[in-house]
């Protein structure tokens, strides 16, 4: 049974900082690896997809890597701002159909 | 840009009253999902549905909960008699066919409250 896990709960940083969010998971055949922002109470925002046979996309300040034999994926984000303030979830797929597993998010604050 | 439409945003319900979530998907997807988040909690998969059956569900989704796409762009719902353990946000989610890369778009969702 896949399980997605993204630690830590919660990271609070400066203004300007760049950052990297993990996320890791322990099945490895997966067929993608979806990274998602949700804001309190909102819904969810996909940001970055990455296919199993990639190993990164980028979105603007916001860069994700995978490394799929080691269950691992990272979301670099560049000059943070206090707009990026949210919940980054991290959800895989095995299949191109099939159910999205979730982690349970790391919630991100921004300090001006 | 399409995206996907739920509504109502929130309902308050009475213990055992039924309940029905209602989701417009982007208009060329075939995939459906629903997800569902109790507060605090990862977000759960609920069910999925292509060419008018449900393709895969999970264990949450018992008796209690069925889904239909009564007619070509609404996908529904409906929880028969909610307990309190129902009290979720639930996503809907759409994802297209044809060139798939296997992204799923998701609604605001739906926040449900039962008393």
């Known amino acids: 049974k896949q399980e997605v896990t993204q630690i830590p709960a919660a990271l609070s940083v400066p203004e300007g900082e760049n950052l990297v969010l993990n996320c890791s998971f322990t099945?490895?055949?997966?067929?993608?690896l979806q990274w998602f922002r949700q804001d309190p109470g909102k819904g969810l925002t996909s940001l970055l997809l990455i296919q199993s046979s990639q190993r990164e996309q980028t979105s603007g300040r916001l860069n994700a890597s995978l490394d799929k034999s080691s269950g691992r994926s990272t979301l670099y984000i560049a000059a943070s701002q206090p707009g990026d303030s949210a919940t980054y979830l991290c959800a895989v797929k095995a299949g191109a159909n099939s159910k999205l597993t979730f982690g349970k998010g790391i919630t991100l604050s921004v300090r001006p | 840009e399409p995206e996907v439409t739920q509504t109502p945003s929130h309902q308050v319900t009475q213990m055992g009253q039924e309940v029905i979530l209602r989701c417009v998907p982007i208009?060329?997807?075939?995939?459906f999902y629903w997800y569902r988040q109790i507060l605090g909690q990862k977000v759960e998969f609920l069910v999925s549905?292509?060419?008018?059956?449900?393709?895969?569900k999970s264990e949450i989704f018992d008796d209690q909960f069925s889904v239909e796409r009564p007619d070509g762009s609404n996908f529904t719902l409906k929880i028969r008699s909610t307990k309190l353990e129902d009290s979720a946000m639930y996503f809907c989610?759409?994802?297209?066919?044809?060139?798939?890369?296997?992204?799923?778009?998701f609604g605001e969702g739906s926040r449900l409250t039962v008393l």
């Open positions: 549905f292509y060419n008018n059956e449900i393709s895969e």
């Open positions: 208009s060329n997807h075939l995939y």
């Open positions: 099945d490895s055949a997966i067929y993608n």
């Open positions: 989610a759409s994802s297209p066919l044809a060139a798939n890369t296997g992204e799923l778009f």
